[in-house]
T-cell receptor, first 113, second 115 residues
Framework: SQELEQSPQSLIVQEGKNLTINCTSSKTLYGLYWYKQKYGEGLIFLMMLQKGGEEKSHEKITAKLDEKKQQSSLHITASQPSHAGIYLC?????????????FGKGTKLSVIP | DTGVSQDPRHKITKRGQNVTFRCDPI?????LYWYRQTLGQGPEFLTY????????KSRLLSDRFSAERPKGSFSTLEIQRTEQGDSAMYLC?????????????FGPGTRLTVL
């Protein structure tokens, strides 16, 4: 089973609309990371969340971490075509000494002008 | 540009051939990671170096795969006797060792196609 489940798998929104992407972990989180990927390219780091209740924003993107639910949400306000891409959540699941990130399958976002 | 760089960006090879990829991390980062990503999936961890020491290896890293980081700077990933199932994007990432769970910065990837 997938350790990190993302929903939805894909999303098509009209430019200017708000949207939310969710990431749920089946294991204890030691850090939750959001990345964006353009097709065929590397990952661009967006935000890192480590503490329960933590919320971070960058431009029109806000991410929150619910430690009790082992869940994070990524919210985009007033979406633009430049927001299109694949959003990936990644997490450290093990304790000290293991630094491998586990990723969800990604959410493909399309923004229609 | 001081980000993570990877070379080559694309590689097409025939089944059975050996291939080698290079990764140059961000200069002050002592941790380096290799991941593999197939279509429609998130990246999967392959291996991790702290300086020149290879500290973690995934079960995905079969004996046909070998990674090195000889001087604690750049790293190479070699695949011997390539198979069609090796076709994927190979991503390298680096992070500093200042905190336990620092963010990892990724390179543009090397796309491997095995014919």
């Amino acid at each position: 089973s997938q350790e990190l489940e993302q929903s939805p798998q894909s999303l098509i929104v009209q430019e200017g609309k708000n949207l939310t992407i969710n990431c749920t972990s089946s294991k204890t989180l030691y850090g939750l990371y959001w990345y964006k990927q353009k097709y065929g390219e590397g990952l661009i780091f967006l935000m890192m969340l480590q503490k329960g209740g933590e919320e971070k924003s960058h431009e029109k993107i806000t991410a929150k971490l619910d430690e009790k639910k082992q869940q994070s949400s990524l919210h985009i306000t007033a979406s633009q075509p430049s927001h299109a891409g694949i959003y990936l959540c990644g997490a450290y699941h093990s304790g000290a000494g293991s630094y491998q990130l586990t990723f969800g399958k990604g959410t493909k976002l399309s923004v229609i002008p | 540009d001081t980000g993570v760089s990877q070379d080559p960006r694309h590689k097409i090879t025939k089944r059975g051939q050996n291939v080698t990829f290079r990764c140059d991390p961000i200069s002050e980062h002592n941790r380096l990671y290799w991941y593999r990503q197939t279509l429609g999936q998130g990246p999967e961890f392959l291996t991790y170096f702290q300086n020149e020491a290879q500290l973690e290896k995934s079960r995905l890293l079969s004996d046909r795969f070998s990674a090195e980081r000889p001087k604690g700077s750049f790293s190479t990933l070699e695949i011997q006797r390539t198979e069609q199932g090796d076709s994927a994007m190979y991503l390298c990432a680096s992070s500093s060792g200042l905190n336990s769970y620092n963010e990892q910065f990724f390179g543009p990837g090397t796309r491997l196609t095995v014919l």
